[in-house]
Nanobody, 131 residues
């Protein structure tokens, strides 16, 4: 069974930083594009960032939601089957549950970064930005 386990969330002041991680298992991590989504109170789930699948010496492509504006960085460590998201310059509106997600099919790019394109999800990690 595919497993995605997020960690790293917490309470941070505006302008602060957090690093989220997603440890995965039971599938060939390198062959799947991976993404972070978030869902704030009373809001729809939205795509934060995606990083494409990669093997060998290829370089992964990255995509970000428009609201990120250079503040977040997605990365992957295929040797550790781990997805990361560095959150900098956090704002109160970034408060949300953040989810790690796996693209439904292997060897497929990030698509349009919509929830329906991702078939496996973690349980989420809460990020709260407040003074």
């Amino acid at each position: 069974e595919v497993q995605l386990v997020e960690s790293g969330g917490g309470l941070v002041q505006p302008g602060g930083s957090l690093r989220l991680s997603c440890v995965t298992s039971e599938f060939t991590f390198s062959r799947y594009s991976m993404a972070w989504f978030r869902q704030g109170p009373g809001k729809e789930r939205e795509g934060v960032a995606c990083i494409s699948w990669m093997t060998g010496g290829t370089t992964a492509s990255t995509y970000y939601g428009e609201f990120v504006r250079g503040r977040f960085t997605i990365s992957r460590d295929n040797a550790k089957n781990t997805l990361n998201l560095q959150l900098n310059s956090l704002k109160t509106e970034d408060t949300a549950m953040y989810y790690c997600a796996r693209r439904t099919s292997p060897n497929t790019g990030c698509g349009s970064l919509r929830p329906r394109e991702f078939g496996s999800w973690g349980q989420g990690t809460q990020v709260t930005v407040s003074s």
